[in-house]
Antibody, heavy 119, light 107 residues
Framework: QVQLVESGGGVVQPGGSLRLSCTVS????????MHWVRQAPGKGLEWVAF????????YYADSVKGRFTIYRDNSKNTLYVQMNSLRAEDTAVYYC????????????WGQGTLVTVSS | EIVLTQSPATLSLSPGERATLSCRAS??????LAWYQQKPGQAPRLLIY???NRATDIPARFSGSGSGTDFTLSISSLEPEDFAVYYC?????????FGGGTKVEMK
């Protein structure tokens, strides 16, 4: 069955960096676009970034543009997001999600990993 | 960016009742709208995509309708497991955006 497992979350100081990973199984990773979506504590969902299967065009939310980089390693079935210059407002549970084939909706999600930006 | 406004913020209903949730877009988005359900401590689950298409394994009591700027998610007869928060999401333009959510709580 389809599984997505995030890792790499933790506590980081403002201005610091963190890299999140999302390892997938149960489908052909190289055929699918992938997203990162986050949720601040007690708040709603916020889309963060997208990478297509072929990495041709990546998209970012304005709130993270220039600070976050999404990339993938198809040989390892793994999606990443490199987060630099972290701010308190980046504190959230970060989910990776698979792009529904043909539509920019999210059909499978990981369980999430918590990132806390605090001094 | 396209703003999605969900109403009501909270819906208090009893099991067996019908739930009607609304999502309004700040500009026309054709039928490029999805609905998700999220329970506490869990990841969201895709219910409906492109306004009216049920996702895999979603029960028939969930249905979606609408186009342009006004969309509705209906749950025909609430089951105990349906009490959760529901979000809409548009894919018409980047950045992808979500509505603020509607909590369906037990009366």
């Amino acid at each position: 069955q389809v599984q997505l497992v995030e890792s790499g979350g933790g506590v980081v100081q403002p201005g610091g960096s963190l890299r999140l990973s999302c390892t997938v199984s149960g489908f052909t990773f190289s055929n699918y676009g992938m997203h990162w979506v986050r949720q601040a504590p007690g708040k709603g969902l916020e889309w963060v970034a997208f990478i297509p299967y072929d990495e041709v065009s990546k998209y970012y939310a304005d709130s993270v543009k220039g600070r976050f980089t999404i990339y993938r390693d198809n040989s390892k079935n793994t999606l990443y997001v490199q987060m630099n210059s972290l701010r308190a407002e980046d504190t959230a549970v970060y989910y990776c999600a698979r792009k529904l084939d043909g539509y920019n909706h999210f059909d499978y999600w990981g369980q999430g990993t918590l990132v806390t930006v605090s001094s | 960016e396209i703003v999605l406004t969900q109403s009501p913020a909270t819906l208090s209903l009893s099991p067996g009742e019908r739930a009607t949730l609304s999502c309004r877009a700040s500009q026309g988005i054709a039928t490029f709208l999805a609905w998700y359900q999220q329970k506490p401590g869990q990841a969201p689950r895709l219910l409906i995509y492109d306004a009216s298409n049920r996702a895999t394994d979603i029960p028939a009591r969930f249905s979606g309708s609408g186009s342009g700027t006004d969309f509705t998610l209906s749950i025909s007869s609430l089951e105990p497991e349906d009490f959760a928060v529901y979000y809409c999401q548009q894919r018409s333009k980047w950045p992808l955006t979500f509505g603020g959510g509607t909590k369906v709580e037990m009366k």
